[in-house]
């Protein structure tokens, strides 16, 4: 018998980044994820604001693990990020990403970015699948 494997698992046992930053994944499924982050004093710019990156980061991998539920490696081709609300230390933000398409090798995710039940962020991920 062959043992299925995780295809989110596996790219987050092996996201570094993701793991450094204290991203969290909360739960996923085909076309889906949401994702959790703490925001520390180290995300924080000189206006004592979260860096924006930061912001992305957690949508970011929110996006990844929803592209890559299906199984084939998938990356990001390009994103957007309207940022809607400050967002401050200590504040923690749940991404969760839902899909909207695929067409091909290619898809499109929108990521909502939430402080509790305040939107923060809203983010569209474009993906590209490089493995069949």
Known sequence: ???MTDPVATMLAADRASRDLGIGL???????ATARMTVTANM???HGLAHGAFVFAVADTAFA??????????VASGADITFVA???EGDELVAEAVERTRFGRNGIYDVTVRRGTEVVAEFRGRSRTVQR
């Open 44 to 46: 924080v710019n000189g």
């Open 65 to 74: 693990c929803a592209c890559n539920s299906h199984g084939p490696v998938t």
């Open 26 to 32: 909360l739960e996923s499924g085909p076309g889906r």
């Open 1 to 3: 018998m062959q043992r």
């Open 86 to 88: 400050p967002v401050r």
